[in-house]
């Protein structure tokens, strides 16, 4: 639901895993390929690529600081 920008790092909750692990958004592009600097809609379908791992059923949240 919270909004995330390109170059954002975000921590990434596995199932089974108490240590979070943190990843950098690399790109963010819509469902026609248009590149996008921010996923500002909560209900938008977007493409977004890591630097690093995130898998089918893991949670994304803001770096907590």
Same mark, same amino acid.
């Given at each position: 639901? !919270?909004? %995330? =920008? *390109? +170059?954002?790092? $975000?921590?990434?909750?596995?199932?089974?895993n108490l240590d979070p692990v943190y990843v950098k958004v690399a790109s963010i592009s819509d469902?026609?390929?248009?590149?996008?600097? @921010? =996923?500002?809609?909560? @209900?938008?379908? $977007? !493409? *977004?690529? %890591?630097? +690093?791992?995130?898998?089918? +059923? !893991?949670?994304?949240? +803001?770096? @907590? $600081?």
């Open positions: 639901k !919270n909004k %995330f =920008c *390109v +170059g954002d790092e $975000l921590e990434v909750l596995a199932p089974g469902d026609y390929g248009n590149a996008m600097d @921010s =996923c500002p809609h909560a @209900s938008q379908m $977007l !493409n *977004v690529v %890591f630097e +690093g791992t995130v898998e089918e +059923g !893991n949670i994304l949240r +803001g770096k @907590s $600081l």
